[in-house]
């Protein structure tokens, strides 16, 4: 089967803050990671509007220790001044001059004509998919409700960092390639200007802060062929650790092999269903050298056996589904001269209509029904909009386009082109944002090939978990939990 796969604050606060992140500590048996039967329990993968994210199996607030969710949590309008004067502006008051005429409210796609306004605010990937549902691929949404922009903004550690080391990451001024040692935390560009200002917004999504440095990723994925016969069925747990620049405790790097060893990032994801797959683990550890190749491994479980993965393996399907390895997380791609070495360029800076799932209530229909996507709320957002040329002629696409936050630097959606200019595989994920927390949680994802007609949809949560050391993406991980 197919498997395919989140205003100023005083010193002294600060100081605080951070203390308390670095000296507490907390056990493994205070946590209960999320379960696919809280999934079951909470959301019918079709035809369930229930808004599962809010649930008591999955709202943070009932299911964390008190104690780690209070020291997660922070007062709500100073993460807003603060992340407002690091990036100069508030999303609501850089919008509504595209298509002023567009206003809050619900549109059907039979509107579309009456409303040409939506064709200007619109991606073609989802004014294409304004629509109901059909073959050959899954997720057309027959409506739209329009909703007021809102502000985003980060976590007092990740703006606190972000603020303190603005201006001092730099960049190659001949390559545009990260000088990774003037790198330190928070993001690196919150301004991004200059000749390399596609390269600094980019390097803001490397270096992102989706969800927390520490994580547990619950993700269930259905998938579908042309016919809109499902052909996909899988569950994953996957832990994230965050090795470079963490505003968790232990802050910067994770510990002194990170260090060393120029570690940015490890993660180790278990196949749970079906049953065919069961204890497979692919493991990745990738490196700040934008010049060394990321290490990616797999545990099979029926030869129990880990296989080393090549330098060209990670332009392979996972699990021959609508993504490839370095699709992972939406886009893993480094900045190289030498590994897969690409050049952007901004395209566009404007405004677009773009879905966002808070609370989980969006659902899809069953297959007899169309497969069709409802209760998205769309918000008009300030974009940039980036094209990635691949300069290796060998790699399977040639060039991407993405659509990138200005606001929160977080990718949207992502668009692959084939080497023959087709448009391959679209990409994106609806991130829930946690208000009180200052975080993007791991929302729906979809992905879409349409030179195979295949599509599917993943379901995904995450949740903090401080607690995690290395035996949960390491080498052992991959014998004693695949199994």
Excluded at 261 to 278: K, L, N, S, T
Aim: charged share 25%; hydrophobic share 35%; with cysteine.
């Amino acid at each position: 089967m197919k498997c395919v796969k989140f205003s100023i604050i005083c010193c002294w606060f600060a100081f605080i803050v951070s203390t308390m992140m670095s000296t507490t500590s907390w056990a493994e048996e205070e946590f209960r990671v999320f379960t696919y039967k809280d999934i079951e329990n909470n959301k019918a993968f079709y035809d369930d509007p229930r808004p599962w994210y809010l649930s008591d199996d999955f709202n943070l607030k009932k299911t964390l220790p008190p104690d780690v969710y209070a020291n997660l949590s922070y007062d709500i309008e100073t993460m807003k001044n603060l992340w407002a004067e690091i990036v100069g502006f508030r999303s609501p008051d850089v919008v509504n001059k595209t298509a002023p005429e567009i206003k809050p409210g619900t549109y059907s796609h039979k509107d579309k004509e009456q409303h040409p306004g939506l064709k200007t605010l619109m991606t073609a990937h989802h004014y294409d998919r304004f629509k109901p549902g059909a073959p050959p691929l899954a997720g057309n949404f027959p409506e739209i409700t329009i909703v007021p922009t809102q502000q985003y903004y980060y976590a007092l550690p990740i703006a606190e960092a972000t603020k303190k080391h603005m201006g001092k990451t730099m960049l190659d001024d001949k390559t545009g390639i990260i000088k990774e040692d003037t790198y330190i935390a928070g993001y690196p560009y919150p301004k991004p200007e200059g000749n390399f200002k596609a390269n600094q917004i980019y390097y803001n999504w490397l270096k992102r802060y989706w969800g927390w440095d520490s994580k547990y990723i619950l993700s269930y994925s259905r998938g579908w062929t042309s016919s809109l016969r499902e052909d996909v069925y899988n569950v994953i747990g996957d832990w994230v650790l965050k090795l470079q620049g963490r505003v968790m405790a232990p802050l910067g790097w994770f510990d002194k092999d990170a260090q060393e060893r120029g570690e940015f990032e490890a993660q180790a994801y278990r196949f749970i269903a079906p049953r065919d797959v069961f204890g497979n683990i692919i493991s990745r550890l990738s490196y700040v050298d934008s010049e060394k190749y990321d290490q990616l491994m797999i545990y099979v479980n029926t030869l129990r056996r880990v296989r080393l993965m090549s330098s060209t393996d990670v332009q392979d399907s996972i699990g021959g589904g609508d993504i490839i390895y370095l699709d992972g997380m939406l886009l893993e791609q480094k900045l190289s001269t030498s590994v897969f070495p690409s050049k952007l360029e901004i395209i566009a800076e404007k405004e677009l209509l773009l879905p966002n799932n808070h609370d989980g209530s969006a659902y899809l229909t069953s297959p007899k029904k169309g497969l069709e996507y409802h209760n998205l709320k769309w918000e008009r957002r300030p974009v940039y909009v980036i094209k990635m040329t691949i300069l290796d002629k060998n790699f399977v696409y040639g060039h991407r386009m993405l659509f990138i936050d200005k606001e929160t630097f977080q990718l949207r959606l992502i668009e692959n082109y084939d080497q023959k200019g087709r448009l391959y595989r679209t990409n994106e994920v609806l991130s829930p944002f946690i208000p009180d927390m200052g975080v993007f949680n791991f929302g729906d994802s979809w992905a879409r090939d349409y030179l195979d007609s295949h599509s599917s949809l993943g379901r995904n949560i995450a949740m903090p978990v401080p607690w995690i050391g290395r035996e949960k993406v390491g080498l052992e991980y991959l014998f004693t939990k695949g199994k």
